[in-house]
């Protein structure tokens, strides 16, 4: 123990440990583990020791004068965070606080060995003690991936290599090897991928056998009747227009209706069942009512055609054709008069025709098998597969959200997001009716989170605020976790953050965002945030339930690596004038 002596005890509060070293050399001898991050332990008394992590360190010096050479205290300030109990076991539980007067050491290696000891709990590597390398961060794999798990870091900081090193080391990918090639494991994870960023971090050599089941604009089949009321309200309807209710009204009869008329066998059809309805017809529907005249001569009182023909159920005619109706007249002879929403469906009528004409959306409105026939219900087994990685058993799914419209990127990770949590809460309520557990859990990866789920209530990202949100409160209990990445906490949604268990920040550099993941943080963890400013490429602080002490650490680099980073400009101004097959560049802008 001597030798790593360093002082006692100067001042003791449940916020802050003070030690006093008055001996420079001492403080030069052990300047290495006198760093903000590292830990003392300190004598309690007894055979434990309290261990603390250190804060900040203050020196303080004499006046010196020609006869007086000056003399050095420090102030060490640190946190406790756990008790090593008998030199044995650490206790995080247990916060005794010495009292003045008591020993401090720096914690030497055996200590920290036991600190961050390997045991049938803490069995996944997150990296290695950025203060001694050689000691491998193990956590709580149970914990870490059954709870929601927040990654932040400013741009350039390493966070899409820690996000897919932390993926790679559950699919058993190292050095673009798949150490599952024998026997796949049972991981299901989910991304989404704003920037088309991973797709080359999980795309092996053909040898390895590795599946990555990658859906982008072109490959995902999502068709718009598996959208719940909120999100085809969100896609169709501006609520800001004075008439709004009436689109919701109108809009909601025909989408039921016309579910009833394709699904004559299903029972119940609301709004939200997701069977498969025609939006072509619910758009001529809605066009019809816009244009229903009623006739008014005695017997009449039923919407008229131009041939004078009585429409007596409108679900048998409206949703065929858009019909031409008489004129309105008020002469005794040919009195007819407009039908409750005659002209009022005129901007909505256009919007819908809009929709359905926009090349863009045709992932979501005109989305058609290899056959060339549309989706229909009975398809909703195989669209559910493709979600999650069954149709190639895949442990890799990644929903490249690059090319999707911007006006529907809140709807469309609204609604695959929704479809996995519905998919995990019926199969988990399957499971309990059979006495077990989700056996197939999921984690759904939100890279660049801020996009989708701001933390502002833009109507625009209201489907995808929403759906997340529910994950993020209920998502664990069956099965189904979060993993929230995003370059700006202080943007994303509060109620996402506050679900999470487990935090890696790695350098921030904004003040607002290092004082919000500085809150978000607990209580006995603030200490060690004050070097987010200063971490260098892929060095993070991890805390929370999953690990046994708060630290710093280095994560390894993946391989293969994200397609995230940045381009070297000055490497590529000074190299000679290249050339550039512009119509290559634009053919694909086209497309």
Known sequence: ??????????????????????????????????????????????????????????????????????VWQFHVECQAIG???????????????PVP???????????????????????????????????????????????????????????????????????GIESRKNSNKAVQNNSHIVMFDIHDEYTAAFTLHSDESFSLNRLDVETLHLPYWLMNSEELESIFIESNESNSHNQVSQF??????????????????????PVYFSIREVYQYIENMNREVIGRLEGEDKPKLSDGTLINIRKDSYFNKIL????????????????????????????????????????????????GTPYQTNDFE???????????????????????????????VSLVSRLIFDFCFHYSKLQHSQGGLNDVPVMLVCEEAHNYVPRHNDAAYRASKKSLERIAKEGRKYGLSLMVVSQRPSEVSETIFAQCNN???????NDADQNYVRRLF?????????????????????????VLLPAVIKMPRPDPEPHSQSVKVQNEWVSPWRDVTFSDVINRWRK
């Open 1 to 70: 123990m001597s030798t790593n002596k360093i002082g006692k005890v100067l001042s003791c509060a449940p916020g802050a440990i003070v030690v006093a070293i008055d001996d420079l050399a001492i403080f030069e001898n052990n300047k290495a583990g006198l760093q903000v991050g590292r830990f003392l332990k300190i004598a309690q008394g007894n055979h434990d020791f309290t261990i603390a992590t250190i804060r900040n360190i203050k020196g303080i010096v004499s006046a010196a004068t020609a006869e007086v050479a000056p």
């Open 83 to 97: 008790t090593l109990v008998d030199g044995k076991n650490f206790d995080r539980g247990s916060l005794l606080l």
């Open 101 to 171: 007067t008591e020993q401090a050491y720096v914690a030497d290696e055996k200590t920290l060995d036991i600190i961050f000891a390997n045991d049938a709990q803490h069995n996944f590597t997150l990296g290695t003690l950025l203060m001694n390398k050689d000691i491998e961060y193990k956590i709580d794999g149970n914990r870490f991936f059954s709870k929601h798990i927040a990654i932040v870091g400013s741009t350039g900081s390493g966070k899409s290599c820690t996000v897919t090193r932390i993926l790679q080391d559950v699919v």
């Open 252 to 273: 909601k009869h025909a989408v039921i209706l016309n579910k009833e008329k394709y699904n004559p066998s299903t029972l119940e059809i609301t709004y939200d069942t």
């Open 324 to 371: 031409s109706f008489v004129p309105p007249s008020a002469a005794n002879a040919t009195k007819a008069t407009n039908g409750p929403f005659n002209g009022e469906f005129n901007r909505f009528a256009s919007r819908l025709e809009a929709k359905l004409t926009d090349k863009r959306l045709n992932f979501l409105l005109k989305n058609i098998k290899a056959d």
């Open 382 to 412: 195989s669209l559910m597969r493709q979600f999650l990685g069954y149709l190639n058993k895949a442990n890799v799914t990644i929903i490249d959200l690059s090319g999707i419209p911007f006006e529907v990127l809140s709807i469309t």
């Open 503 to 509: 935090f890696i920040s790695l350098r921030l550099t």
């Open 522 to 546: 607990p209580d006995n963890t603030s200490g060690i945030t004050e070097i987010l400013p200063n971490l260098a490429p892929g060095e993070c602080v991890v805390v929370g339930d999953a």
